[in-house]
């Protein structure tokens, strides 16, 4: 079976990650390998954070693998907070709560609701790079409903359905999400 490093210290995406692919790949986290660096996301875009994290995995280790960077795109603030969504309300770490307070205070009053959650995969292989990407189109409601998953799925409505990511549940969000189409890309590159 393939091995892939997946570079992320999220535990959510991590089993997120191994619960799309399943059994395909076995899917080593940061913690599997030792690392226990905190890989910089200096870039200004979320392919740049992507490509930045998989190479320092394999410059540092010479392993396989694969990173992502998710961004929530607003519409109505000019894409923002993109790609400092985790970051979006300051301070260290990344506050959930804090930066759903803040998209919503933000949007108060706002008509437009439009926003895409984007997801970029950056694939190192063989010392080759391969960029996926994957998006969801949704809107932001005026308050918090849901309580699984975690960053902004409590208040983003995808496309075609009436209840938010949290609403759904794991089990469709990992089906539709924009983190799930873009390891489908990814997926459909490794099984060529």
């Known amino acids: 079976m393939k091995k892939l490093v997946f570079a992320t210290n999220n535990a959510h995406k991590l089993d997120e990650i191994r619960a799309i692919l399943g059994d395909k790949i076995e899917v080593l986290s940061l913690k599997d390998i030792q690392c226990d660096a905190d890989i910089p996301e200096t870039a200004a875009t979320l392919e740049g954070n992507a490509i930045l994290k998989a190479e320092y995995i394999f410059q540092h280790y010479g392993l396989d693998c694969f990173a992502d960077d998710t961004g929530l795109e607003v519409e109505a603030l ?21 930066n759903m307070r803040k998209l919503l205070a933000e949007l108060q009053g706002e008509t437009n609701r439009k926003a895409r959650f984007r997801t970029c995969i950056c694939l190192i292989e063989g010392g080759e790079k391969h960029l996926f ?5 949704g809107s ?12 902004y799925d409590p208040v983003f409505v995808p496309q075609g359905y009436e209840q938010t990511f949290a609403e759904l549940g794991n089990e469709i969000k990992n089906c539709i999400s924009h983190r799930a189409r873009a390891v489908e890309e990814l997926c459909k590159y490794l099984n060529r």
């Open 140 to 151: 932001i409601i005026e308050e918090k409903h849901g309580t699984s998953g975690f960053g």
């Open 78 to 98: 000019n894409g923002a907070p993109g790609v400092y969504s985790a970051r979006y309300a300051g301070g260290n770490g990344h506050d959930s709560e804090a």
């Open 133 to 137: 990407e994957g998006i969801v189109n």
